[in-house]
């Protein structure tokens, strides 16, 4: 019954207000979709409170949300998502035929039944919106993730039991024997493209060449998240492998350098199975200051946490993000600033 779950409404409601509530959901169909700001508006609610009402009524199975993006040139309603991770960073849209860019602004957080409470034949309810108005503020997925707390390191990168036992074995295979240099090289590269491809919003590739270079990894950003935990607009990066014994020496840090920086390009990434130089950080803040270029390693040391130990990789390259643009001089891990 409806009534029974709307009880659990009363911590944070008066009976009268619950009664209400019940009223107007029963006249919704499963077509009707709703927004916090028109539930807010229609229930007499401030913002606040509508939106706390409408995340108990998702959590005791009344109403799930979804996404819909809105043509930022035009704003017309495009196609719902079920699932975040399915927001691509560009649209077409078939109003305007213009191709934009999609940021948190431009994707409206929509409510819809779950469950209908009330039997066929009843009159639904419909939202009165214009199909090409723009989101409003409150009803954004932007202050969405704001309110709560949203962790996409968790969203992005949530391997599977199937995912993390490809990784594993991958992971081994850099610290075996192979019979030539190249193949040895390609073990490392083929784990990093393997890790990258893991997480959600990435698509990696091995073996792509910019002239006159080739880079051991190309990862670019196919949905609207954020691409580079601690980094905007980031669309692509690069990625250089250094499967060797010694740290990475300079050489490695220029090369990669001089790529992104003839690429138009502000982040890259240097992998190594060995430790990083502990001037690392130093020198990448200073090509930081002087180019708005971020380099980050990966070393050894990061693998096993990520890989054996199975903590966050985009967890990992917020704290590294973090330590170059600010040149950390302490452990932001044991400041409590990150969990890896």
Do not use: W
Not at 44 to 57: E, N, P, S, Y
Not at 180 to 208: I, P, Q, S, W, Y
Not at 216 to 241: H, Q, W
């Amino acid at each position: 019954m409806l009534s029974s779950q709307l009880l659990k409404l009363e911590k944070i409601l008066s009976h009268e207000q619950i009664d209400r509530i019940e009223s107007y959901i029963t006249s919704f169909s499963t077509n009707t979709k709703l927004t916090a700001s028109k539930f807010a508006m229609d229930m007499q609610f401030d913002i606040a409170q509508a939106r706390k009402v409408l995340d108990v009524l998702v959590d005791i199975g009344v109403f799930r949300f979804s996404f819909i993006v809105r043509c930022p040139s035009c704003g017309l309603l495009l196609e719902p998502v079920e699932d975040i991770t399915d927001i691509e960073s560009q649209i077409t849209c078939y109003g305007c035929d213009v191709e934009s860019d999609i940021s948190t602004d431009d994707v409206e957080v929509i409510y819809t039944l779950k469950e209908v409470p009330f039997v066929e034949g009843q009159q639904s309810y419909q939202i009165e919106r214009s199909e090409t108005s723009v989101v409003l503020n409150e009803d954004s997925l932007t202050a969405f993730l704001e309110l709560h707390d949203y962790n996409s390191n968790l969203v992005f990168y949530n391997p599977t039991q199937s995912e993390e036992d490809v990784l594993i074995e991958k992971y081994n295979d850099i610290f075996s024997k192979h019979k030539t240099t190249t193949a040895k090289g390609k073990t490392l590269e083929d784990l990093v493209a393997t890790l990258f491809n893991t997480c959600k919003h990435f698509r990696a590739t091995t073996g792509m060449r910019l002239q006159p270079n080739q880079i051991d990894c190309y990862v670019r950003n196919k949905l609207f998240a954020p691409g580079v935990p601690g980094l905007t607009g980031i669309d692509s990066f690069m990625i250089e492998c250094k499967n060797e014994k010694r740290p990475p020496t300079a050489t490695y840090f220029n090369k990669l350098h001089s790529v992104l920086r003839v690429a138009g390009k502000h982040f890259g990434i240097i992998v190594s199975k060995a430790s990083a130089p502990s001037t690392f950080v130093k020198l990448a803040n200073q090509i930081f200051l002087r180019d708005d270029i971020v380099i980050i390693s990966i070393d050894k040391d990061d693998l096993e946490n990520i890989i054996v130990n199975k903590n966050n990789l985009l967890e990992c390259i917020g704290r590294k993000v973090s330590e170059v643009t600010v040149n950390a001089t302490k452990d932001l891990v044991e400041l409590g600033l990150y969990d890896c």
